[in-house]
């Protein structure tokens, strides 16, 4: 369903899928950024709402400001770091009893995931589709605070499979934490075609974290 909630640059427009589980983990969807075509209904993004759906989770996707019928202005930074940290007080609120909560991004959206999971110590896991780590900053985030996937695509002319492996490699010689990486073949940076594969190689990883939450 479609909500609005409210936050500090005004309205934020979201959906909610609301699990018919008992305790049902949490999931919250973070878009690309508006120049590279982010929204929460991008197929990419879409695709993410929808596994953690399939997959049993109560899961919401929204949109940053500026975007879609979002109030304010997107700054591409801290203020969508503000937006994000209202969306995961709201899930949590919502749904007490949870005692699994991820997050998971498409680019900057990813960015935006990985600074909340260093800020909330109740995050238990995540999935990065495509985070650019080569035009963001991702030096904080390591070591890493719990498990995670990261995924990219094998066509992608923004982000090269030994950028993501070299991140990877260096947030795991930390041993706190165990980030698994996943390259899905012949994709291009929208996934275009590959949108199964994205689909299945996410289920896979939840069924290997939470075997009993399809």
């Given at each position: 369903?479609?909500?609005?909630?409210?936050?500090?640059?005004?309205?934020?427009?979201?959906?909610?899928?609301?699990?018919?589980?008992v305790?049902?983990p949490?999931?919250?969807?973070?878009?690309d950024?508006p120049?590279?075509?982010?929204?929460?209904?991008?197929?990419?993004?879409?695709?993410?709402?929808?596994?953690?759906?399939?997959?049993?989770f109560?899961?919401?996707?929204?949109?940053?400001?500026?975007?879609?019928?979002?109030?304010?202005?997107?700054?591409?930074?801290e203020?969508?770091?503000?937006?994000?940290?209202?969306?995961?007080?709201w899930?949590q609120?919502?749904?007490?009893?949870?005692?699994?909560?991820?997050?998971?991004?498409?680019?900057?959206?990813?960015?935006?995931?990985?600074?909340?999971?260093?800020?909330?110590?109740?995050?238990?896991?995540?999935?990065?589709?495509?985070?650019?780590?080569?035009?963001?900053?991702?030096?904080?985030?390591?070591?890493?605070?719990?498990?995670g996937?990261?995924i990219?695509?094998?066509?992608?002319?923004?982000?090269?499979?030994?950028?993501?492996?070299?991140?990877?490699?260096?947030?795991?010689?930390?041993?706190?934490a165990?980030?698994?990486?996943?390259?899905?073949?012949?994709a291009?940076?929208?996934?275009?075609?590959?949108l199964?594969?994205?689909?299945?190689?996410?289920q896979?990883?939840?069924?290997?974290?939470l075997?009993?939450?399809?």
């Open positions: 369903m479609e909500i609005n909630i409210s936050g500090a640059g005004g309205r934020i427009q979201a959906v909610y899928h609301k699990s018919n589980q305790g049902a949490i999931a919250v969807i973070f878009h950024a120049q590279n075509g982010g929204n929460m209904n991008e197929k990419v993004a879409y695709t993410l709402f929808y596994t953690f759906a399939q997959n049993g109560n899961v919401l996707r929204f949109n940053f400001r500026g975007i879609g019928n979002t109030q304010g202005v997107f700054e591409n930074g203020a969508e770091l503000t937006d994000a940290s209202t969306i995961v007080d899930i609120d919502q749904n007490e009893e949870s005692n699994e909560f991820w997050l998971a991004g498409v680019g900057f959206g990813a960015w935006i995931a990985m600074q909340i999971l260093m800020r909330r110590i109740e995050i238990t896991g995540f999935v990065s589709v495509s985070p650019n780590v080569k035009k963001y900053d991702f030096s904080f985030f390591n070591p890493a605070p719990c498990d996937l990261i990219g695509a094998e066509n992608d002319t923004s982000i090269n499979e030994e950028q993501l492996k070299a991140f990877v490699s260096s947030v795991n010689k930390q041993k706190s165990k980030l698994d990486f996943a390259n899905i073949k012949n291009n940076h929208n996934y275009e075609g590959k199964k594969d994205l689909f299945q190689t996410i896979s990883y939840i069924n290997k974290r075997p009993k939450s399809k």
